[in-house]
């Protein structure tokens, strides 16, 4: 009988490391590269979180640093706070500004006009910084079309944990954006139906995890090797190979992301 090994090209385009102990970091990172994993971004929320997916990147290879401010915590974006996130998103192992976006569901975060204001001076480090986004964007579909296709130049990037419906997803995929698939799809009823997942191109799929080595407030620890779970499930409603997923979906992070150093 063959033994079975994983896909050697998985590549999670959306991870969150900060605030880890050494030891559990250390454990999810091996459990990545023993799944296949070859390549994360590492997203930041605050400008704590930012700063320290920077220093990771440092010592980890195959981490690539994002940093922003989560739209949960667009009240914290003072004048300071951007200066000091805009010397980190100019900096050349930065690979993108994220997690920003807006999101119109969760209650008691910050109000929608402090988020608005919050997203236009990400919108505008983006392209000051020449780096693609990693957009969250819950609720608020239309607002975040309107701001990305008034925008000149345009943006690029993706549309993070994706779990719209077909008009969403073309929407996405005509301004040039690439798509994150995530844990949902392992059975979440957030999830994006299969005829969705279909409709992506190849060429525009990614595939995500939205993890982090602590454990969330369910009790479940998830770490970037579950984005070979997301990986099998999405193949399997392709109809598509795991290697073949594996190897498109690696390619595009390199493309939007840059290569592991």
């Given at each position: 009988m063959r033994e079975s090994r994983p896909?050697?090209?998985?590549?999670?385009?959306?991870?969150?490391?900060?605030?880890?102990?050494?030891?559990?970091?250390?454990?999810?990172?091996?459990?990545?590269?023993?799944?296949?994993?070859?390549?994360?971004?590492?997203?930041?929320?605050?400008?704590?979180?930012?700063?320290?997916?920077?220093?990771?990147?440092?010592?980890?290879?195959?981490?690539?640093?994002?940093?922003?401010?989560?739209?949960?915590?667009?009240?914290?974006?003072?004048?300071?706070?951007?200066?000091?996130?805009?010397?980190?998103?100019?900096?050349?192992?930065?690979?993108?500004?994220?997690?920003?976006?807006?999101?119109?569901?969760?209650?008691?975060?910050?109000?929608?006009?402090?988020q608005r204001r919050c997203l236009t001076r990400l919108l505008g480090l983006a392209l000051e910084a020449g780096k693609p986004l990693n957009l969250h964007c819950r609720g608020a579909h239309r607002e975040m079309m309107d701001a990305l296709r008034s925008a000149n130049p345009a943006h690029r990037g993706t549309a993070h944990g994706f779990t719209g419906d077909g008009a969403m997803l073309r929407d996405w995929?005509?301004?040039?954006?690439?798509?994150?698939?995530?844990?949902?799809?392992?059975?979440?009823?957030?999830?994006?139906?299969?005829?969705?997942?279909?409709?992506?191109?190849?060429?525009?799929?990614?595939?995500?995890t939205d993890s982090s080595p602590r454990y969330w407030p369910d009790g479940v620890r998830v770490t970037p090797a579950a984005v070979r779970q997301v990986a099998e499930r999405v193949a399997e409603i392709r109809g598509a190979s795991l290697d073949t997923l594996a190897q498109a979906t690696s390619e595009n992070f390199r493309k939007l992301f840059g290569a592991a150093s």
């Open positions: 896909p050697a090209t998985l590549a999670d385009a959306h991870a969150h490391l900060d605030g880890s102990s050494p030891r559990d970091l250390q454990q999810a990172l091996e459990e990545a590269r023993a799944a296949g994993v070859e390549a994360v971004l590492a997203v930041g929320m605050d400008l704590e979180s930012s700063t320290e997916t920077v220093h990771l990147s440092r010592s980890h290879d195959f981490i690539k640093p994002a940093v922003g401010i989560h739209p949960w915590n667009a009240r914290d974006i003072d004048a300071a706070t951007y200066e000091s996130l805009k010397a980190l998103a100019l900096r050349p192992e930065v690979a993108a500004i994220g997690e920003v976006g807006l999101d119109m569901v969760r209650e008691g975060i910050a109000p929608p006009e402090v995929l005509e301004l040039g954006f690439y798509i994150t698939i995530g844990r949902s799809i392992l059975g979440d009823k957030s999830a994006p139906g299969p005829e969705v997942v279909r409709l992506i191109p190849l060429n525009r799929l990614l595939l995500e």
